[in-house]
């Protein structure tokens, strides 16, 4: 069983930057494909930003596109959200999440593809 576990969460003024973590335990975190989601109040869960295994390829949601910025150190099993230039419409709850598969990368905006969550960090920005 993975156990992930979020930080770095908070209010932040519009325009202002947070860098969020997710540190993991109890497997394998090299051989993991890394997601980050978020859900606001009253919407659906949406796909963030992801991490291949070695952390060479990333991914990013239309929204994010040059603002957000995935990262990993497998040494220290964590992985990491630079977000910068922040907006309200960030606001929300951000989840990192793990899929075990070898072919995670394929689905890696699914977020019902993805086998473990963590309990999430509340992110607000101020307008």
């Known amino acids: 069983q993975v156990q992930l576990v979020e930080s770095g969460g908070g209010l932040v003024q519009t325009g202002g930057s947070l860098r969020l973590s997710c540190a993991a335990s109890?497997?394998?975190?090299?051989?993991?494909?890394m997601g980050w989601f978020r859900q606001a109040p009253g919407k659906e869960r949406e796909f963030v930003a992801a991490i291949s295994k070695s952390g060479g390829i990333t991914s990013y949601a239309d929204s994010v596109k040059g603002r957000f910025t995935v990262s990993r150190d497998n040494a220290k099993n964590t992985v990491y959200l630079q977000m910068n230039s922040l907006k309200p419409e960030d606001t929300a709850v951000y989840y990192c999440a793990a899929d075990h598969s070898p072919t995670a990368w394929a689905r890696r905006s699914r977020g019902e593809s993805y086998d473990d969550w963590g309990q999430g960090t509340q992110v607000t920005v101020s307008s």
């Open positions: 109890g497997g394998t975190f090299p051989t993991y494909t």
